[in-house]
């Protein structure tokens, strides 16, 4: 287990509907990173947060957004949902915001179906 | 480019045999490549990296080769077991400090036959 923890799940939604995936990283990890992984994609880095502040964005739609709380927790945003945001949701956490050897420790995801 | 191309697909090795992932990639301020591990139903872990200053690096039955001139980075399976069957991302990570988002390639699922 990498002590990383996602809710929910799996997700089954309805298109134009909107969603929030939670994301607890490690006890200690200041950085939170989203990916999303689809079959013809693979794993895209979506967005970065470290310690409450943005760090980096990724090819992130205009209709997810994220944040990440004084807890250290994240939430992930999508609105608007589409078929094709039908994807697994990955969160990794690290303890720095990058450099050196700053390992990711990713969840078991949460898959979002949009039917 | 912020681009790593990911080949074979798709791999299937017996038993005992040697299972070659290879990865490749343009930019040139990529300064670390890991490698990960993804069970199904799991998400990915890191099983093993490598910076662009070593040209190999070993733990138990993996390795990695770097290739800096050619922008080429292969991993090793020797002796590859059943266990190892799984899906292999290689990734690659900007050089800067400013961030640490990895950049991953497409995904080899590889099955090892008993």
């Known amino acids: 287990d990498s002590g990383v923890t996602q809710t929910p799940k799996h997700l089954i939604t309805a298109t134009g509907q909107r969603v929030t995936l939670r994301c607890s990283p490690r006890s200690g990890d200041l950085s939170v990173y989203w990916y999303q992984q689809s079959l013809d994609q693979g794993l895209q880095f979506l967005i970065q947060?470290?310690?409450?502040?943005?760090?980096a964005k990724g090819n992130i739609l205009e209709r997810f957004s994220a944040q990440q709380f004084p807890d250290l927790h994240s939430e992930l945003n999508l609105s608007s949902l589409e078929l094709g945001d039908s994807a697994l949701y990955f969160c990794a956490s690290s303890v720095g915001m990058g450099g050196g050897a700053d390992e990711q420790f990713f969840g078991r995801g949460s898959r979002l179906s949009v039917l | 480019q912020q681009q790593v191309k990911q080949s074979p697909q798709s791999l299937i090795v017996q038993k005992g045999g040697i299972s070659i992932i290879n990865c490749a990639y343009e930019?040139?301020?990529?300064?670390?490549f890991p490698w990960y591990q993804q069970f199904p139903g799991k998400g990915p872990a890191l099983l093993i990296a490598i910076r662009p200053d070593v040209s190999e690096k070993k733990e138990g039955r993996f390795t990695i080769s770097f290739n800096k001139s050619a922008k080429q980075f292969s991993l090793h399976i020797m002796d590859s077991q059943p266990g190892d069957s799984a899906t292999y991302f290689c990734?690659?990570?900007?050089?800067?400090?400013?961030?640490?988002?990895?950049?991953f390639g497409t995904g080899t699922l590889l099955a090892v036959q008993p």
């Open positions: 947060y470290y310690n409450g502040e943005e760090r």
């Open positions: 990734a690659a990570r900007i050089r800067g400090g400013a961030t640490n988002k990895l950049i």
């Open positions: 930019n040139t301020a990529f300064d670390y």
